[in-house]
T-cell receptor, first 110, second 113 residues
Framework: RKEVEQDPGPFNVPEGATVAFNCTYS??????FFWYRQDCRKEPKLLMS???SGNEDGRFTAQLNRASQYISLLIRDSKLSDSATYLC???????????FGAGTRLTVKP | DVKVTQSSRYLVKRTGEKVFLECVQD?????MFWYRQDPGLGLRLIYF???????EKGDIPEGYSVSREKKERFSLILESASTNQTSMYLC????????????FGEGSWLTVV
């Protein structure tokens, strides 16, 4: 079993749609969680951190479910510019050992 | 803005060649990393360094070595390139060990033929 698992997609959605991705992790000791965005043939960039209480940044909402060991990313009112691969990242506490999911590919179509 | 620069974006090398991938960061970060990214596997850590001349093996160090003679520069070396090292290589740097302060270079696409 992979340490961090994501549905690879692709998710093809129309503009304006709401789309959600999940990511499961196997290490129950993990303390920090993030979503990164990676455009085609570019480097990953931090989209948002995921806090225990859930957090929102504009059209993006991230949630953490420790009991079931998954995090989620919800994108509302999808834009064409949201088309990218979204990487789930999990970090054990104070450990230089980031674990990356393989990514979920999203394509938003006109 | 933090800048992590990978000098070579696209390389094609022959099996058995020695390959150097260079990475420079301009923000005086202590920590630097080399990852490779392959379809379906995500990013995997090859080596990291938390100080000049210090290095630690990551998950997949076999076939690679690194050098950090100066704080701003972290080099990845393939002593004898093999076709299974064809991949996209990402360098990164960070101020600490939390996941929200890591910055990546644009990546180096290496093809070994």
């Amino acid at each position: 079993r992979k340490e961090v698992e994501q549905d690879p997609g692709p998710f093809n959605v129309p503009e304006g749609a709401t789309v959600a991705f999940n990511c499961t992790y196997s290490n129950s000791a993990s303390q920090s969680f993030f979503w990164y965005r990676q455009d085609c043939r570019k480097e990953p960039k931090l989209l948002m951190s995921v806090y225990s209480s859930g957090n929102e940044d504009g059209r993006f909402t991230a949630q953490l479910n420790r009991a079931s060991q998954y995090i989620s990313l919800l994108i509302r009112d999808s834009k064409l510019s949201d088309s990218a691969t979204y990487l789930c990242v999990v970090l054990p506490y104070n450990n230089n050992d980031m674990r990356f999911g393989a990514g979920t590919r999203l394509t938003v179509k006109p | 803005d933090v800048k992590v620069t990978q000098s070579s974006r696209y390389l094609v090398k022959r099996t058995g060649e020695k390959v150097f991938l260079e990475c420079v960061q301009d923000m005086d970060h202590e920590n630097m990393f080399w990852y490779r990214q392959d379809p379906g596997l995500g990013l995997r850590l090859i080596y990291f360094s938390y100080d000049v001349k210090m290095k630690e093996k990551g998950d997949i160090p076999e076939g690679y070595s690194v050098s950090r003679e100066k704080k701003e520069r972290f080099s990845l070396i393939l002593e004898s390139a093999s076709t299974n090292q064809t991949s996209m290589y990402l360098c990164a740097s960070s101020t600490d060990l939390s996941g929200n302060t890591i910055y990546f270079g644009e990546g180096s696409w290496l093809t070994v033929v």
